[in-house]
């Protein structure tokens, strides 16, 4: 089983929509969560950090469960400018606070 | 914010062959690096850990002896692939955490797409 899962998509959706991801991940010893962004071809960029009680930046609302070890990222009123495959990743402690990928969820917003 | 840079941006290479790759960090120094590894429609996956002036650690399934890792100041670490095979491409990323700053932040390079033929 993988350490983080995603559905790989991709979703396509329409400008306007709101639109959810979600991410589940097996190692219950995960201390820090994030999404990131990343176009084809290109590095990961740093999304948005994740917290327990919910956080929000601007169109993008972020959610952690500990209890189920599911991770979502909403995206409100996509623009085509948000298409991308975006990554969730999780720190386990110890050691060098690894960064662990899931494989990407695709986005792909249309006119 | 902080600025990693990665040379060469790609490279096309026969098969056998050796390629370095460098990855520098502009803006702080970095004690870390990271070397990732992404196959298409995968995800990232870490082969190493760089130490400045120590030996990397490498993931399980990763050939040290493949993969050379040299970290040898605060702002450079450079990866080897050696004798590189077709199934060595994929595209290279190097990522460095910025201890000294205000938050524990990994910064990632622009990636290395390599090509074995």
């Known amino acids: 089983r993988k350490e983080v899962e995603q559905d790989p998509g991709p979703f396509n959706v329409p400008e306007g929509a709101t639109v959810a991801f979600n991410c589940t991940y097996s190692?219950?010893?995960?201390?820090?969560f994030f999404w990131y962004r990343q176009d084809c071809r290109k590095e990961p960029k740093l999304l948005m950090s994740?917290?327990?009680s919910g956080n929000e930046d601007g169109r993008f609302t972020a959610q952690l469960n500990r209890a189920s070890q599911y991770i979502s990222l909403l995206i409100r009123d996509s623009k085509l400018s948000d298409s991308a495959t975006y990554l969730c990743?999780?720190?386990?402690?110890?050691?060098?606070?690894?960064?662990?990928f899931g494989a990407g969820t695709r986005l792909a917003v249309h006119p | 914010g902080a600025v990693v840079s990665q040379h060469p941006s790609w490279v096309i290479c026969k098969s056998g062959t050796s390629v370095k790759i460098e990855c520098r960090s502009l803006?702080?120094?970095?004690?870390?690096m990271f070397w990732y590894r992404q196959f298409p429609k995968q995800s990232l996956m870490l082969m190493a850990t760089?130490?400045?002036?120590?030996?990397?650690?490498?993931e399980q399934g990763v050939e040290k002896d493949k993969f050379l890792i040299n970290h040898a100041s605060l702002t450079l670490s450079t990866l080897t692939v050696t004798s590189a095979h077709p199934e060595d491409s994929s595209f290279y990323i190097c990522?460095?955490?910025?201890?000294?700053?205000?938050?524990?932040?990994?910064?990632f390079g622009p990636g290395t797409r390599l090509t074995v033929l």
């Open positions: 990743v999780v720190i386990h402690s110890g050691g060098y606070n690894k960064l662990i």
């Open positions: 190692n219950s010893a995960s201390q820090s």
């Open positions: 994740v917290y327990s």
């Open positions: 803006d702080f120094q970095a004690t870390t």
């Open positions: 760089s130490n400045e002036g120590s030996k990397a650690t490498y």
């Open positions: 990522s460095t955490r910025d201890s000294g700053g205000a938050t524990d932040t990994q910064y």
